[in-house]
T-cell receptor, first 111, second 112 residues
Framework: QQKVQQSPESLSVPEGGMASLNCTSS?????YFWWYRQHSGEGPKALM?????GDKKEGRFTAHLNKASLHVSLHIRDSQPSDSALYFC???????????FGRGTRLQVYA | NTKITQSPRYLILGRANKSLECEQH?????MYWYKQSAEKPPELMFL???????RNETVPSRFIPECPDSSKLLLHISAVDPEDSAVYFC????????????FGEGSRLIVV
C-alpha cells in the first residue's frame, strides 16, 4: 500500500480559480510534510513545508496539516497557467532520512 | 537550478558502463540519488549524510554511488538494463531548516 496517497490524480481549473490538492498518509510516524512541484523536463522544487497542525500561507499557496487524521492539503488561489505542473506530497519520519513521495496530482490551469 | 549541476543531461546507451556526476554549490551536508520513471514519483536510491551511505536495498548492485567530497556525488552504472531508462536526479539538503530537498535538473538515461 502506498504510504502517501494523493487525490485527485489530475485536476483542471480555470485561470484565476482555486485549486485544492489532497494528501493522506497511512503511517503515523510521518512528522514532516512537503509539497513539491515539478514542471515538465525539470527537477522537483519544494513549494512549502509544514510540520505543525494548522495552516501555513505563502503568497497564493496555503497548506493545511491535520496530524490526527494524517491529512495534508494544498490550496492555490488565483491559479495561473504557470502553475500547471505535477504536484507531489512528500513525508518524512525523521529530520534526516528517506523522503516518501505520493504518486502526484497533475494540475492543468486553462485560460 | 544552477546550484546543483548534473552531467550529462542526456545519455543514450546500449549495455555499457557509464557514470553520472553531480555537484552542489549550496554547502549542504546530505546528498541523494533519486530515480524517476515516467509519470511516477521520485524513488530514493542512495543517501549520503555527512558522507555516511544509506542505500535502498531494492536498488540493483550494478548501481554504485561514490561521494568523493561533501559537494560531489557520482553514480556508476555497469551493464545498463532497459529497465534503467529513467531520469536520475541528484538532490541535496542542509542540516536544519527542516532538511528540504533541493533537486538538480536530472540526467535522462535511455537504454537501447
Amino acid at each position: 500500500q502506498q504510504k502517501v496517497q494523493q487525490s485527485p490524480e489530475s485536476l483542471s481549473v480555470p485561470e484565476g480559480g482555486m485549486a485544492s490538492l489532497n494528501c493522506t498518509s497511512s503511517d503515523r510516524n510521518f512528522q514532516y510534510f512537503w509539497w513539491y512541484r515539478q514542471h515538465s523536463g525539470e527537477g522537483p522544487k519544494a513549494l512549502m513545508s509544514i510540520f505543525s497542525d494548522g495552516d501555513k500561507k505563502e503568497g497564493r499557496f496555503t497548506a493545511h496539516l491535520n496530524k490526527a487524521s494524517l491529512h495534508v492539503s494544498l490550496h492555490i488561489r488565483d491559479s495561473q497557467p504557470s502553475d500547471s505542473a505535477l504536484y507531489f506530497c512528500a513525508a518524512r519520519v525523521q529530520v534526516v532520512g528517506q523522503l516518501t513521495f505520493g504518486r502526484g496530482t497533475r494540475l492543468q490551469v486553462y485560460a | 537550478n544552477t546550484k546543483i549541476t548534473q552531467s550529462p543531461r542526456y545519455l543514450i546507451l546500449g549495455r555499457a558502463n557509464k557514470s553520472l556526476e553531480c555537484e552542489q554549490h549550496l554547502g549542504h551536508n546530505a546528498m541523494y540519488w533519486y530515480k524517476q520513471s515516467a509519470e511516477k514519483p521520485p524513488e530514493l536510491m542512495f543517501l549520503y549524510n555527512l558522507k555516511q551511505l544509506i542505500r535502498n536495498e531494492t536498488v540493483p548492485s550494478r548501481f554504485i554511488p561514490e561521494c568523493p567530497d561533501s559537494s560531489k556525488l557520482l553514480l556508476h552504472i555497469s551493464a545498463v538494463d532497459p529497465e534503467d531508462s529513467a531520469v536520475y536526479f541528484c538532490a541535496s539538503s542542509p542540516r536544519g531548516s527542516g532538511n528540504t530537498l533541493y533537486f538538480g535538473e536530472g540526467s535522462r538515461l535511455i537504454v537501447v
